[in-house]
């Protein structure tokens, strides 16, 4: 199946830095690119939708200020988390298509600690 | 996305088939359904997806009712390292769309 990275994944942090995480798929090419992310024990929760070559859309509740979305090219998307805090701790993935209409291959995941 | 309904958790012994149902009723003609599964501290996997017709591939199969409104995953020969929470979901956007996650069945293998 296709291959999905990301970049770092682990992660710590202090409260009130920045932190970059990268999405790449290796093999495919990927117009659109979603980032989830999920408390322990809890299933992942859709935050956002990332659109290369226009602005990500954000699901309701999702502070788009807070959570900056790049997707630079048809392989890159990046999230970068703004003005960390401690509840902002969490397990963040990015899934992407292959195909317009199909399946969805994960990357492994980023553990954020925000100290 | 469809509601879907599936069991907490379930139990297999290694070796056996485990047989994972999920309950989607208010599924649309042209909807399909999809399975992935997520290890302890991973992304998630894709396993398989179908429209009408079961599936099979090299992970698993899947069987769809007739009337589409439930769906069982299959895995021939359970090993340990099928043990996972396994997701059943209905995208209403599709497939390559933004996906909603329910609490799916956490699967454990018994040795």
């Known amino acids: 199946g296709a291959v999905v990275s990301q970049h770092p994944s682990r992660v710590i942090c202090k409260s009130g830095t920045s932190v970059k995480i990268e999405c790449r798929s290796l093999?495919?090419?990927?117009?659109?690119m979603f980032w989830y992310r999920q408390f322990p024990k809890k299933s992942l929760m859709l935050m956002a939708t990332?659109?290369?070559?226009?602005?990500?859309?954000?699901e309701q509740g999702v502070e788009k200020d807070k959570f900056l979305i790049n997707h630079a090219s048809l392989t890159l998307s990046t999230l970068t988390v703004t003005s960390a805090h401690p509840e902002d701790s969490s397990f963040y993935i990015c899934?992407?298509?292959?195909?317009?209409?199909?399946?969805?291959?994960f990357g492994p995941g980023t553990r954020l600690t925000v100290t | 996305d469809a509601k879907t309904t599936q069991p907490p958790s379930m139990d297999c012994a290694e070796g056996r088939a485990a047989n994972l149902p999920c309950n989607h009723s208010?599924?649309?003609?042209?909807?399909?359904v999809y399975w992935y599964r997520q290890i302890h501290s991973q992304g998630p996997q894709y396993i398989i997806h179908?429209?009408?017709n079961n599936e099979t591939n090299e992970m698993a199969s899947l069987i769809i009712t007739e009337d589409r409104k439930s769906s069982t995953l299959i895995l021939p020969h359970a090993t340990l390292r099928d043990t996972a929470v396994y997701y059943c979901?209905?995208?209403?956007?599709?497939?390559?769309?933004?996906?909603?996650f329910g609490k799916g069945t956490h699967l454990i293998i018994q040795p």
């Open positions: 899934s992407a298509p292959p195909r317009p209409s199909g399946e969805q291959y």
């Open positions: 093999d495919f090419q990927a117009t659109t």
């Open positions: 990332s659109n290369e070559g226009s602005k990500a859309t954000y």
């Open positions: 208010t599924i649309s003609g042209n909807e399909y």
């Open positions: 179908g429209l009408k």
């Open positions: 979901i209905v995208p209403s956007g599709g497939g390559a769309d933004g996906l909603t």
